[in-house]
């Protein structure tokens, strides 16, 4: 399995200078090659359940070259990633017609989606920056596709904060260099619990802290996501929602602080993320039920379950972290979902303003449904995914001692609860308000993507059901989180 | 129309010094390109001259007659090219000599050997080259290209009219 790695890099990257080539001529080879992609990279990604290894690129060994690793938590963004990226790509096919270029909009698609895969599969810092950039700048090209004044604006703000976010990151990673020597993340893992930390060691910390915080959106990082996310076109607004800020903020995050710095160095670093992640929590729910475009108050839904999640990592226990990686996954399914019905509605409507919509329910039943099961899922309602993997954080939050983090996490559900069926009653189904005469149901593909990841919400409840044990995906990226500084560090993760 | 295009770039000073320099500039960047194993930086070096040459003639004689020498189109194909070469190069490697990126025409020296040798570095450094002063060129055209304005309120990005 080792020697595939480098193609869930290699394939989307192929394919997004393919289609440029092509497609001039062919107008159908965009549509169809990025599905067939997606398809491959999907199963290429199930079928590194249960492996592990590390692959060096040019057969130069770990000091020269740059290695990849697979493990759980690898594993476990890899499927992420592919599956939800599948999603978008299916859903692409009719959204994007509306858009003149849809050449170079799967060929920017498809080298986000090999920049996401890229950061999870590499074991050096450097090059995860290097993946991180072109995750980053298909992102702001993407946002600006609609090219009319409130997406380039926003593309704007994105790209400036994106910067600033690039330039912490690569400051904090010379600065790690210049003190280990080395770029390799399990190398550094070795040689700083050899060594201890220090006060240039500190300052790295703070700015991987700072950098990945503003990717992430975490409060007081997060002006960025409220205006970038809404103007993308739909699945990139779901795949930036759902993937890219877990992927380039709270993978690297984690992988950082339990994998390299490991938590018994920094003590003090958890009460920081939890810090963060309660005050994101708390302000992105409340600021969700404000809003009146749909994509908007999604976005600050995004933050908020953020919170959730950064503040399962903060907890730093086996139950907290399961729940973290478990709210992860599910968050990344109901808010792709969530996001596709705002631009079904989008699509079938001209208009995504809460107060100009209304009882579309009887016009567009399929995406009314598709949307009432997303918003229970986010709002953690039994049986669907969102309330175990809540229920779990809650949990966690008891068993380690916080009992007000479990407090304000079920505070925080029922907010989250009030803002989606803000969402659903404005737009789906008050019937007092004139209902919007020319809608109609979206095409089949859009249906097909929404029912995929409508299924999912109910898949994922299985996880459960087994209680986390093997071949599931959730235990095996704890493993990977907490015991990787183990006697095995140095020689791959956790393997 | 014909008169527009006489009349655009720069004066005849700069057109004429250009004329000159635009040939000596590539070659350099060739001259790079084909060495670049031996300097650092390699095709990357070697790949922005080449675009700086394009770009020179481009303000120096206008965008028609820079659009006429190579068009956007064209040039982002051929940085797709570029691309293309590179990651078969690598994925050459991956089949021949078992892993990503290996040295597949060669005995694996990566580095200091004459032109005439079969190495991998080559086909890397060239593929390179043309991505890079392809896009540096796209990137150069699609922004000089385009102006924003203002109109009723909100700022719109305009193509630059052709006449």
Known sequence: ??????????????????????????????????????????????????????????????????????????????????????????????????????????????????GLNGIVLTGDLFNLYIFMEIVAISSYALVAFGCEHDELEAAFKYAVLGTVASAFILIGIALLYAILGTLNMAEMAVKLAAGGMNTPITVALGLFLCGFGLKAA?????????????????????????????????????????????????????????????????????????????????????????????????????????????????????????????????????????????????????????????????????????????????????????????????????????????????????????????????????????????????????????????????APAVDALSAWAGPTAGCGMGI | MSDLIKREGMDLVAKSITGWLKGFIFLFGVYLVLHSHETPGGGFAGGIIIACAFILFTLAEGQHAGMKLLSKTVAAQLASVGALIFLAATVAGACREGAFFRDFLGAGHAGIRSFFEKNAIYIYDLALALVVSMLIYVVFSVTSAVHVTVKDGKRRMLRQRRS
């Open chain 1, 1 to 114: 399995m080792e020697n595939a790695l480098i193609f869930f890099v290699a394939i989307p990257l192929g394919a997004a200078f393919f289609i440029p080539l092509v497609s001039l001529t062919l107008k159908w080879v965009p549509d169809l090659l990025a599905n067939a992609v997606m398809a491959v990279l999907a199963a290429m990604a199930f079928l590194t359940i249960g492996q592990a290894g590390v692959y060096h690129l040019g057969g130069w060994g770990t000091h020269l070259g740059i290695d990849l690793r697979l493990d759980g938590l690898t594993t476990l963004m890899l499927v992420t990633i592919n599956t939800i990226g599948l999603a978008m790509a299916i859903f692409s096919v009719q959204y994007m017609a509306k858009y003149t270029s849809k050449l170079r909009y799967y060929s920017l698609f498809l080298c986000l989606i090999a």
């Open chain 1, 218 to 474: 975490l409060i007081p990082f997060h002006a960025w996501l409220p205006d970038a996310h809404p103007a993308a076109p739909a699945p990139v607004s779901a795949l930036l929602s759902g993937v890219v800020i877990k992927t380039a903020g709270i993978y690297v995050l984690s992988r950082l602080i339990f994998n390299v710095f490991t938590v018994q160095l920094v003590p003090d670093l958890l009460s920081i993320l939890r810090l963060f992640g309660v005050v994101s929590m708390i302000v992105g729910g409340i600021l969700a039920i404000g809003q009146w475009d749909m994509k908007r108050l999604l976005a600050y839904s995004s933050i908020s379950q953020i919170g959730y999640i950064v503040v399962g990592l903060g907890l730093g226990t086996p139950l907290g972290l399961t729940g973290a990686l478990f709210h992860m996954l599910n968050h990344s399914v109901f808010k792709s979902l969530l996001f596709l019905n705002a631009g079904a509605v989008e699509y079938a409507t001209g208009s995504r303003d809460l107060r100009h919509l209304g009882g579309l329910s009887r016009k567009m039943p399929f995406t009314a449904n598709m949307a009432l099961l997303g918003s229970m899922a986010i709002s953690g309602i039994p049986p669907l995914n969102g309330f175990w993997s809540k229920l779990i954080i809650v949990l966690a939050c008891i068993e380690s001692g916080h009992p007000w983090l479990a407090l304000a996490a079920v505070v925080m559900s029922l907010v989250t609860l009030v803002a989606v069926l803000k969402m659903l009653k404005h737009a789906f189904y008050d019937e007092s308000k004139p209902v919007t005469v020319h809608a109609t149901e979206v095409p089949l593909l859009m249906r097909t993507a929404m029912l995929l990841l409508a299924a999912l919400c109910f898949v994922l409840t299985l996880l459960v059901l087994t209680g986390f044990r093997t071949p599931c995906l959730i």
